[in-house]
């Protein structure tokens, strides 16, 4: 089996159909007049947010075949940016600490990464939680970055621009779709790096790096890119995180958050990113209603992933794959 068909980077028909009606539903769904509108609102925007930090991961999980266990520092490292960029009286300008928020986790993910892509399988996994930890326990232990009760974001930023102000992130409805034109806008990117030349590269690196380097890649250089750039992706997600919430602790940088979007990932389906998005709304939904449902939900959820990597080991969007793949066939065999 290619490697393309495994990993189901090349999205079936059906399933393109499915997630643009999916899509074309997100974006309507808050002009649907309903009771509770505004939780709702909130919800599906905070899964937007982990979706958008599921993809990041899937960039270095799915494509290139480094699974993290410390990406969750970068997530919450722009979120921390955020609440020290934002005055006290005053929102901080959209335009400009985005950006920041954006390149000063990617530039971490550099520094981190120049060593942590040199190591290999189990301890490049071990590596990179030891610095995600290191990262926690700075900013839980230090009274002066917030300690342990973390830090409060009092404003959402400022979209004004030359004294015009295009949007209010302050309302939800416009948060929401601010959030999702983010997350289609880094899909769209990350599905064309997935077929440039770079992008074949990583998945070349994550099939056979020794082949890649006998054939003159540099292995290294590839590594340290994807590990950047996903940084980087994971700081937008954090910085909305904070946005949207006004506050942030070091649990956003704990294993618990790493775990949970290398979950996502996995129950979506690795190396599309389109699995992410499915990923991230699923096993927050399903989480949601465990949690409703008993105490114990925790046992549920993991009772659930397992039958998902057990039947389903391409996600939920190769288990779709093969239902209507199984349909089509079944329906050209009938008279």
Do not use: C
């Amino acid at each position: 089996m290619s490697t393309a068909k495994a990993q189901l980077e090349i999205l079936p028909r059906s399933i393109q159909i499915l997630l643009s009606v999916g899509a074309i539903a997100l974006a309507a769904f808050p002009l649907i007049p309903m009771e509770s509108s505004g939780f709702y609102i909130q919800l599906l925007s905070q899964m937007m947010i982990l979706a958008i930090f599921a993809m990041s991961l899937d960039l270095l999980q799915g494509v290139t075949g480094l699974v993290s266990l410390g990406h969750a520092a970068y997530f919450g490292l722009a979120g921390y940016a955020l609440a020290f960029l934002t005055p006290a009286d005053v929102p901080v300008s959209l335009w400009w600490s985005l950006p920041v928020a954006a390149l000063g986790t990617g530039l971490a993910a550099l520094v981190i990464g120049f060593f942590v892509v040199r190591t290999h399988g189990i301890y490049f996994i071990m590596v990179t939680m030891a610095f995600a930890q290191m990262v926690f326990y700075i900013f839980f232990d230090n009274a002066d970055l917030g300690g342990s009760d973390g830090l409060y974001v009092y404003f959402r930023p400022d979209a004004t621009l030359f004294g015009w102000q295009p949007f209010d992130l302050e309302n939800k409805t416009t948060f929401f779709y601010f959030t999702l034109a983010l997350l289609v806008l880094i899909y769209a990117f990350l599905r064309r790096l997935l077929f440039s030349p770079f992008g074949r590269a990583l998945t070349g690196i994550r099939v056979n790096e020794h082949r890649m380097r006998a054939v003159g890649y540099g292995s290294f250089g590839y590594k340290l890119t994807a590990f950047t750039l996903a940084g980087a992706l994971a700081g937008v997600a954090g910085y909305l995180w904070a946005a949207q919430t006004g506050y942030v602790n070091p649990e956003l940088m704990g294993f618990h958050l790493s775990a949970h979007a290398i979950m996502m990932v996995i129950l979506g389906g690795m190396g599309n990113f389109a699995g992410a998005i499915v990923g991230a709304f699923a096993f927050e939904w399903v989480m949601h209603f465990f949690k409703d449902l008993t105490k114990h939900w925790q046992l549920l959820m993991g009772s659930f992933i397992v039958l998902v990597v057990l039947f389903a080991p391409r996600g939920l969007l190769g288990l779709i794959e093969r239902f209507t793949a199984a349909t089509k066939e079944k329906a050209e065999e009938t008279p």
